[in-house]
Nanobody
Framework: QLQLVESGGGLVQPGGSLRLSCAAS????????IGWFRQVPGKEREGVSC????????NYTDSVKGRFTISRDNAKNTVYLQMNSLKPEDTAIYYC????????????????WGQGTQVTVSS
């Protein structure tokens, strides 16, 4: 069964850090670009970051540039999102998604999705 599983979410104070993980089972991530998305109730899911299949190319939405870092370890079949200097507006459910092609900022091109992990930034 092809599956993506996110982990690492939780409650953190403003200015704090979290590292999200996206682990694949049933398939290898080597052939997939991986995107991180987030969603809050009542809003559309938005692209946060993406990493190419090789890891040589990354991109970020403007609001997280300089604070978030995406990386991948293909040997562990896992992609990470390091989130530093977290702000209350980063509160959302975070999803990872796999696309057997290049990165996209849009939801529809992705082939597989995880179930999401909640990130709450609050004092």
């Amino acid at each position: 069964q092809l599956q993506l599983v996110e982990s690492g979410g939780g409650l953190v104070q403003p200015g704090g850090s979290l590292r999200l993980s996206c682990a694949a089972s049933g398939f290898t991530l080597d052939y997939y670009a991986i995107g991180w998305f987030r969603q809050v109730p009542g809003k559309e899911r938005e692209g946060v970051s993406c990493i190419s299949r090789s890891g040589g190319s990354t991109n970020y939405t403007d609001s997280v540039k300089g604070r978030f870092t995406i990386s991948r370890d293909n040997a562990k079949n896992t992609v990470y999102l390091q989130m530093n200097s977290l702000k209350p507006e980063d509160t959302a459910i975070y999803y990872c998604a796999a696309r057997r092609s290049s990165c996209s900022r849009y939801v529809s091109p992705y082939d597989y999705w995880g179930q999401g992990t909640q990130v709450t930034v609050s004092s």
